[in-house]
């Protein structure tokens, strides 16, 4: 089985910071890509950032809503199979529960599948 497991979420003051974490656990033979999406209340589910690595343990690729680029910043530890988000410059749209994503595969044998994280809540407030 995988675990998804969220750390780092709370509330923070506009213009603050947070930096969520997420450790991908058990058995894992490729990690296609980890993410985090967000969902605000009445609102539909959207992708903030994702870093794709199609299985390498170095380098990657990252993308980004245009909401958020130029403050918050994905990155990955491939060792600990540990996928971080750096969130700066907080503003009050940015309060939703940010959902932890991975795309990976089990074993060899085994076609690639979509995992979820509990969620975590980030609450941006004075």
């Known amino acids: 089985q995988v675990q998804l497991v969220e750390s780092g979420g709370g509330l923070v003051q506009p213009g603050g910071s947070l930096r969520l974490s997420c450790a991908a656990s058990?058995?894992?033979?490729?990690?296609?890509?980890m993410g985090w999406y967000r969902q605000a209340p009445g609102k539909e589910r959207e992708l903030v950032a994702v870093?794709?690595?199609?299985?390498?343990?170095?380098?990657?690729?990252?993308n980004y809503a245009d909401s958020v680029k130029g403050r918050f910043t994905i990155s990955r530890d491939n060792a600990m199979n540990t996928v971080y988000l750096q969130m700066n410059s907080l503003k009050p749209e940015d309060t939703a529960v940010y959902s932890c994503?991975?795309?990976?595969?089990?074993?060899?044998?085994?076609?690639?599948?979509?995992?979820w994280g509990q969620g975590t809540q980030v609450l941006v407030s004075s």
């Open positions: 994503n991975a795309i990976l595969a089990r074993t060899y044998y085994m076609p690639l599948r979509e995992y």
């Open positions: 870093i794709t690595t199609g299985g390498s343990t170095t380098g990657g690729s990252t």
């Open positions: 058990g058995s894992i033979f490729m990690l296609q890509s």
